[in-house]
């Protein structure tokens, strides 16, 4: 881990992403691209292949696993299709990774507040968030489509602080992907690349440039503390 932040203000609150930061979503990710792969005849994918791909959606979860890119001309098909089978089976196996409730924990008896900003359809987000029993907890849950633009836009992240009634620059976002690092700086918000997630499709997340790079969940609290 890099050293530990040092904060323009002191902190107010802390920000996840979702896929492959709080939660382990890769096993459902990957069970429903094996459903669309077997109503094609096809064997399935392991999960090994699939895992790196799990934070970059349909898009890339198709790319992977069925070689199906936006100009293919059923693209939209299996898009919907993967999406459906997904809808399925979307709190089977997610979990959060080990030692992330030990960090909300901490994060909520120091007064901070906490929530989470995904790049994820709001009618998935809900349902994993109450399957992992924190839809409740969260102080704001922000989806892909709660706002005009997605990550790597700021918007996401500026109308969560809005709603948490926060400062950017009090507020430190968690991500294991490019797109989420992009966002913090753009939103004028310090950031943390998550290198126990998904690790943006083997790129080395140091070039993220991101303000910590946090080998654990646990390496998190030392941002705060």
Known sequence: MKPTLTWAQPPQAVLFDLDGTLADTAGDLAGALNQLRAQQGLAPQPLELLRPWASAGARGLLAAGMDIHPDHPDYESYRLGFLDAYMGCLAETTCLFEGMEAVLQDIESRGLKWGVVTNKPHRFTLPVMAGLGLASRA???????????AKPHPLPLLTACEQLGVSPAATLYVGDDLRDIQAAKAAHMPSAAAAWGYLGHGTDIRVWEADVIADTPIDLIRCWA
Do not use: F, L, N, P
């Open 139 to 149: 102080g704001v849950i922000i989806s892909g489509d709660t706002t005009a633009h």
